[in-house]
């Protein structure tokens, strides 16, 4: 299986410095996002509400304030509680860009291990702690930096995540998480494999069944591993990735809407503008004329 065709396809910062900062709300209190994977390494600092945090088969509550790390290939999601209104912001970096030019005692003591997974960054901050609090200040101080941008914004924001991966260390901060089992991981293996089947061909007419073969599974036993991973029904997934994929292409003001409904693997206009509604509140020509105002 090529996991690599599997990820998020997104490019977070470029060659130079592999690192984005990124933020999103809910004002709705809607899902944030949804059930995916990438090889950079998150740090989720939730700025608003309350979120319940998904990385691979483990699930917590967050509140404002406090935080979750993602390591590098955890599939992960995040999900509004109570359909109250949230927010996070999200650094994301290549763990890279933290390794040393030559093989010296950072890599062998630190960077190594952690690539490999023999150490596990701890999942969840929830600021109990006085090292947790130190690092939740070093997240806000990062994103302060790269909003500045000011001449040598990329040392500052370097020398903090080293001493976050510091505070972790010497505070014996390491995830309890077991480790996961080979069924475990095979089920995660096969998850990344149907979404990457669902964010390759959603703009075609997808069915469970289609879904169901790319893990040789039935369609009943499916759809129950799929709701069980993903907390979402496969179809409701796929529809909530197509009104995501839509909502781009409205921003493209040559688009004709039926366009972008075929594009997004609707032939039925009707149904477009039906699902459409039911996901975003409003119709696709009131989500455009919103967007440019």
């Known amino acids: 299986m090529d996991k690599s065709s599997m990820r998020e396809n997104r490019i977070h910062g470029n060659s130079m410095f592999p690192l984005m900062v990124y933020y999103s709300e809910s004002p709705q209190g809607e899902n944030l996002f949804d059930c995916h994977w990438h090889n950079e390494m998150e740090l989720l600092l939730i700025t608003k509400g309350k979120v319940l945090i998904q990385i691979e088969n483990a699930y917590c509550e967050l509140s404002e304030g406090q935080a979750a790390i993602i390591g590098s290939g955890d599939i992960h999601a995040a999900f509004a509680i109570d359909h109250s209104p949230c927010s996070f912001k999200a650094i994301v970096f290549n763990q890279d860009i933290l390794s040393s030019q030559s093989y010296d005692i950072m890599q062998e003591k630190y960077m190594e291990p952690l690539k490999r997974k023999i150490f596990h960054l701890p999942s969840y901050l929830k600021g109990e702690q006085s090292w947790e609090k130190d690092i939740i200040n070093k997240f806000n101080e990062i994103f302060k930096i790269y909003s500045g941008k000011k001449l040598g914004y990329e040392l500052s924001i370097k020398a903090l995540l080293y001493l976050i991966l510091s505070d972790i260390f010497s505070n014996d901060g390491f995830s309890s998480r077991k480790e996961r089992t080979p069924s475990e991981i095979y089920q995660s293996e096969r998850l990344k494999s149907v979404l990457n089947y669902i964010h390759e061909n959603y703009s075609k007419k997808l069915t469970i069944k289609d879904m169901s073969q790319i893990v040789n599974m039935s369609e009943g036993h499916f759809c129950r591993f799929f709701k069980q991973m993903v907390r979402r ?52 020509s009131q989500y455009r004329n919103k967007t440019r105002n």
């Open 233 to 284: 029904t496969p179809i409701d997934y796929l529809n909530n990735y197509r009104m995501n994929e839509a909502t781009k292409l409205l921003l493209e003001k040559d688009k004709k809407i039926f366009e972008v409904a075929l594009d997004v693997g609707f032939d039925n206009f009707s149904y477009f503008i039906n699902i459409f509604k039911h996901y975003l509140n409003c119709t696709p």
